[in-house]
């Protein structure tokens, strides 16, 4: 039989001891706690902060009106990648707004500035929408006008004054360092097997000024295919009315355009590629040759070519403002396929869905997935207030990461909400790569 007395004693000890464990654990080990400074980040996940939300009128939804640049071969997924120039346009915008269409063949754009949304309203449907990857100050937009007809229009922001519009084709895009637009559309042609691509780049700050063409006169380079314009006379209609500074190129299945920087226009194709240059206010051609051309943006171009005189295929890559071409060890690991998608350094390469070439140093994504399960609560909530929410969501909330930015954007179906990441080592090496 155990005394009373010694009972109550262990009883006592026992209570101060957890009471000292309460007091010491918020300390780091190294001041006398038990446990570190801060938990790890990945015990964090859900507790996301939401810095806004946009209620969604019915019926609007943040999706563009079937459009597809004419590089594609795909439609870029809803949510985008990481919002880079060189990726095809998505509806979220950075960190800073949504491209939103609604019934009636109305759309806006909405972009969270001075802790309020401003809207920019149009009265067509929108194709397709962009931010410049400088300063967002610039937000280039292709409406649909009506059958086959398009307008692209760059406003200041957050005035919303017009800049300049012109007919295009149902895209737009910036130039990687924002500094120009590029515009265009499919010349009338008669040809089976290719079309004319006639493309234009507008200035990002100033006025277009008078318009120019593309002469393809440059010495010691191949002509211009048979019925190329090179003329302004033997542009249709439309592309005489076409403004800024234009080059018609030859145009096949599979065929890609990259302007990387505002002045250095790349092509590549079926009958090899061809690098431009903007020498005073006309495209020039820098180069050209035989060749697969694909982009590693932001850093290079790539190329693959035969070997001369020899079986057997070479890899070269060039700086994106000139063709100066070093050739790949070959024992380099074989390139992915092109895809928008990836974001390339010195040896490796990622995406926003986690998929990597030769990358060891990035840590792994994990915040998407933490998301979906945060916030499928609401979607399921939104699926029972609209019958919409299932046709546009089928299988939970749309998830938009933009690590560069640190924020993701969360559609749940009624509202689109904007989120804080957690900051994690991938986030913060993100920020410093693509920013």
């Known amino acids: 039989m155990i005394p009373q007395r010694y009972i109550i004693a262990s009883l006592f000890i026992a209570a101060m001891l957890l009471l000292f464990a309460v007091v010491q654990a918020p300390r780091p080990v190294g001041a006398g706690g038990v446990t570190a400074v801060e938990a790890p980040a990945i015990m964090n996940l859900e507790n996301f902060e939401a810095i806004t939300e946009f209620r969604m009128p019915d019926g609007w939804a943040p999706r563009f009106q079937g459009t597809q640049d004419p590089d594609q071969s795909e439609a870029w997924p809803f949510e985008g990648g990481f919002g880079t120039p060189w990726e095809p346009a998505s509806p979220y915008l950075a ?22 949304w401003r809207h920019y309203r149009f009265d067509a449907p929108l194709c397709s929408a962009r931010l410049d990857p400088g300063k967002g100050n610039r937000l280039l937009v292709t409406l649909q006008m009506g059958p086959g007809r398009y307008e692209t229009r760059l406003l200041e922001v957050p005035e919303g004054r017009v800049l300049w519009s012109a007919q295009s084709g149902p895209w737009s895009r910036f130039s990687w360092d924002g500094s120009m637009a590029l515009i265009g559309f499919f010349e009338p042609f008669d040809g089976q097997d290719e079309s004319r691509l006639l493309l234009s780049a507008l200035p990002r700050d100033t006025e277009p000024g008078d318009p120019t063409l593309a002469a393809w006169d440059e010495p010691k380079l191949p002509a211009p295919p048979k019925g190329l314009a090179i003329k302004v006379e033997a542009l249709s ?13 030859p145009w096949h299945s599979g065929d890609r355009v990259w302007l990387t920087r505002g002045d250095r226009l790349w092509h590549g194709g079926a009958l090899g590629w061809t690098a431009w240059g903007l020498e005073g206010t006309r495209w020039r051609r820098l180069a050209a040759g035989s060749g697969v051309l694909n982009a590693h943006p932001p850093q290079r171009m790539a190329l693959v070519e035969p070997l001369p005189e020899e079986e057997g295929m070479i890899r070269k890559t060039s700086p994106v403002t000139k063709a100066d071409w070093t050739a790949v060890p070959p024992e380099t690991l074989p390139w992915p396929a092109w895809d928008a998608a990836w974001a390339w350094r010195d040896k490796g390469a990622f995406d926003a869905w986690d998929q990597r070439w030769n990358e060891s140093a990035l840590p792994p994504e994990r915040q998407r997935q933490a998301l979906f399960e945060s916030y499928r609560p609401e979607w399921r909530s939104a699926v029972g207030l609209r019958a919409s929410v299932k046709g546009w969501l089928p299988s939970g909330p749309e998830i938009a990461l933009r690590e560069p930015q640190g924020v993701a954007w969360i559609w749940v179906g009624d509202r689109v909400l904007l989120v804080r990441l957690v900051e994690v080592e991938r986030v913060r090496v993100l920020k410093k790569l693509l920013r």
Do not use: F, Y
Request: charge should be negative; hydrophobic fraction near 35%; aromatic fraction near 2%.
């Open 95 to 116: 960190d800073q707004g949504l491209a939103l269409n609604g019934p009636g063949g109305h759309s806006e754009v909405v972009l969270w500035r001075g802790l309020e």
């Open 237 to 249: 209609e439309d592309g005489r009315d076409l403004p800024g500074m234009r080059v018609e190129i």
